[in-house]
């Protein structure tokens, strides 16, 4: 019989090797070409099997990483937002914060959008 104590680890080890397998892929050298859908199918399988929202936040940074380098600057943008709403440590919440500036300065454009270019000075400043 496994207790809940032991139960957990496991459920960490999980997590972590399919985090890792992601982040190998996304960063990595691999022989093998990787393609992005299944880059990003890893983060997701990692962010649904985070035992807590720490571990789950520092996935999301990295999803959202590589949903900024591929353009999809929105996607991107509504995890970090949902990530950061969560109970973070301070390190975790700057991590992110960090994140989300990097996907508006993406987004920002000529023509200025002017809701855009507040949500940038109120973060900054």
């Not at 949903?67 to 600057?73: K, R, S, V």
């Not at 959008?113 to 109120?122: F, I, S, T």
Request: charged share 25%; glycine share 2%; hydrophobic share 40%.
């Amino acid at each position: 019989i496994v207790s809940p104590e032991n139960a957990k680890p496991a459920s960490f080890d999980v997590y972590r090797s399919l985090h890792n397998r992601a982040v190998i892929r996304h960063y990595g050298v691999v022989s093998e070409e990787i393609q992005y859908a299944e880059i990003k199918e890893f983060y997701q399988n990692a962010l649904n099997a985070a035992p807590n929202d720490e571990y789950r936040a520092f996935t999301a940074k990295h999803l959202a990483t590589l949903l900024t380098d591929a353009g999809e600057l929105t996607e991107a943008e509504t995890l970090l937002e949902k990530s950061i709403g969560q109970a973070l440590s301070e390190d975790a919440e700057y991590s992110l914060k960090h994140a989300l500036t990097q996907v508006w300065l993406k987004q920002l454009t000529v023509p200025y959008n002017e809701k855009l270019l507040l949500k940038l000075k109120d973060a900054l400043w």
